[in-house]
């Protein structure tokens, strides 16, 4: 439990604010939590440079 609480896993999804340069150029992005508690996201294969 000591770790749960130093590496905040229980509010990390809600909490965190990702660096800068993911927000603009990761491909994925956290939409929600369906009716069954799984995380809902969203990839946008368009922004991706695969080269």
């Known amino acids: 439990m000591a770790w ?4 905040q896993i229980d509010t990390m999804l ?3 604010k990702p660096p800068e340069v993911l927000v603009k ?3 994925t992005s956290f939409i929600c939590f369906d009716k069954e508690g799984s995380i809902v ?3 946008d294969c368009g922004r ?3 080269k």
């Open 4 to 7: 749960r609480k130093e590496m």
């Open 14 to 16: 809600t909490d965190y």
């Open 48 to 50: 991706i440079d695969i």
């Open 25 to 27: 150029y990761a491909a």
């Open 41 to 43: 996201r969203h990839v």
